[in-house]
């Protein structure tokens, strides 16, 4: 389990190093303004649908129980299922595209109503919309592809699909001349990485025996749980995503700029959240439902324990580092061409703000499958709402009661993350689903430790790099950030190095299931 959590933490990685480079060109190009605001309006119709109806709800509807067809009836039996949901996605999926593209108006106008206070800002908003949405359906057979070869533990190939998105949109971005504007070739990047995607995991499908068939839709059992799980996910994945919603619905009222500015901070939060969480998540579910479904809790819980004592302690020195060095963080990185330094001010705030969340992101994606591997979408789900309902009333409390701006949207998105885990755990406990160990107990203090030694050691080296070379300037940023990391990764190596028996590293494989 832990070489294949590397391989995918290191495709997602890989993936999440690339999106900074398309994150850089794209502040340098659009910068933080009326432009960029659409042009994220844009983005996030798509990916939000998707968060709901496919990478979210799917996922974890269809990964257990392909896993239980494939293991109980064959590989036949798990083809034939796996049509039958194909078919039915399908015609779901080219339902909502044409309603999607009739109503862009409307649904745009919905997510940001601060847009009509300037029409030409709704209306380009509602152009690049349209260009970007169909990249919906081509990310919807990526997904089903990508859990069925999860569940035969080929992790890879979904791991490095998201790269071709910043491929895709780092082309068009530097072509930008060719397009009407940066913001039109950002947006025919997002559908360019639908079709890169596609065709790559149809290729890597292929290579293991794998291929999807329009079939006739039938109702069978199967398909009939399946559907069961996927409207318990969908709900849970909906209200995640209204809380999205209202982040930017909130966020179109605020100054020009301070949408995308949230935007920044929350791409440099997803860097440990989205290569641990996600690589914990892909990992650690179907390692969980094989368990189970052989019998072995014990082993079970062991790879838990494990993934959660080795997702603090990767995600723990981030959180310090946000805290020690916002401000050097996001003007290394983005305050360059036209991306001013106010909005990498407000980037900076928000960055510390979500970074109160970074741990309780990561331990949801651990505790969760507890449920989930059991085929229970409904608890998770519960939690979700609760946390979502906390989520939107701070928002709006912190924003317009107490004028936090932009910070009071990533504070809010923070403080529920925590409400959420916690209700997972609760409610996990008093079914006695959850056994934390003495392993996770031991590497909890040395995390804590590395943190704050990685905190401390990159506040000191930013200082003095900032003493020597000022503090002014994009090459003396850029400067005072690689002193800030260098400073912080020798404290986090040295801990790491002198507590390695106390950490899980070592421990973390568990026996592999039998081909």
């Known amino acids: 389990m832990f070489g294949r959590l590397l391989s995918v933490g290191g495709y997602t990685l890989l993936s999440r190093i690339a999106g900074f480079v398309r994150d850089v060109l794209m502040a340098a190009i659009l910068g933080a303004g009326p432009a960029s605001d659409a042009f994220l309006v844009a983005f996030r119709l798509p990916n939000n649908f998707r968060a709901i109806f496919a990478e979210g709800a799917f996922n974890l509807a269809f990964l257990p129980r392909f896993t239980q067809v494939h293991t109980r009836e064959g590989a036949e039996a798990a083809a034939r299922f796996a049509d039958r949901v194909f078919s039915w996605q399908m015609a779901a999926q080219l339902a909502l595209l044409l309603a999607a593209l009739l109503a862009m108006p409307w649904i745009v106008r919905i997510f940001a109503p601060g847009f009509a206070d300037n029409p030409g800002q709704m209306a380009l908003a509602v152009e690049l919309s349209r260009i970007a949405f169909p990249y919906l359906i081509a990310i919807t057979v990526v997904t089903q592809l990508s859990a069925m070869l999860n569940a035969i533990g080929r992790f890879k190939a979904a791991a490095a699909a998201p790269i071709f998105l910043n491929i895709a949109m780092i082309t068009t971005l530097l072509l930008a001349w060719l397009f009407p504007t940066a913001a039109h070739a950002a947006a025919w990047g997002v559908f360019g990485a639908g079709i890169l995607q596609l065709l790559f995991m149809v290729w890597m499908a292929a290579k293991s025996g794998l291929t999807l068939r329009i079939a006739r839709p ?183 009661g107490f004028h936090f701006g932009a910070v009071g949207i990533a504070l809010g998105t ?86 390695r028996d106390r950490l899980p590293l070592g421990r973390f494989a568990v026996k592999r299931l039998p081909a």
């Not at 996600?278 to 094989?290: H, K, N, Q, S, Y």
């Not at 990498?344 to 970074?355: F, I, K, Q, R, T």
């Not at 993350?417 to 755990?425: I, P, T």
């Not at 260098?486 to 190095?497: C, E, P, R």
Request: aromatic share 10%; proline share 3%; charged share 10%.
């Open 218 to 400: 039938r109702w069978t059992r199967d398909v009939r749980e399946f559907m069961g799980a996927l409207g318990a996910a969908t709900f849970g994945s909906a209200s995640v995503q209204i809380g999205l919603f209202v982040d930017t619905l909130i966020a179109s009222f605020l100054p020009s700029g301070d949408l995308t500015a949230l935007y920044y901070a929350d791409r440099i939060n997803q860097l440990p959240m989205g290569t641990l969480g996600i690589a914990l998540g892909t990992v650690l579910l179907p390692e969980m439902a094989a368990r189970l479904a052989g019998g072995d809790r014990k082993a079970a819980d062991h790879a838990q324990n494990r993934a959660a004592a080795l997702g603090l302690f990767l995600t723990l020195p981030f959180v310090a580092a946000f805290f020690a060095v916002p401000d050097q963080i996001m003007r290394g990185l983005f305050a360059h061409g036209a991306f001013h330094l106010e909005a990498a001010a407000v980037s900076a705030d928000a960055l510390m703000a979500y970074g109160i969340g970074l741990p309780a992101f990561v331990l949801i994606r651990c505790v969760a499958p507890t449920f989930y591997a059991r085929g229970d979408t409904a608890t998770p789900v519960r939690a979700t709402i609760a946390s979502v309902a906390v989520n939107i009333a701070l928002k709006f409390a912190l924003v317009w």
């Open 414 to 499: 923070a403080i529920a993350a925590w409400v959420n885990v916690g209700l997972l755990v609760v409610m996990a406990s008093r079914r006695d689903l959850l056994s934390i160990d003495a392993g996770f107990w031991r590497a909890l203090p040395v995390s804590l430790l590395a943190a704050v030694l990685t905190g401390l050691c990159a506040w000191a080296g930013a200082a003095a790099a900032a003493h020597m070379f000022g503090s002014a300037g994009a090459l003396a940023d850029a400067l005072v950030l690689g002193a800030a990391v260098l400073g912080g990764a020798i404290a986090y190596a040295a801990v790491t190095w002198l507590f």
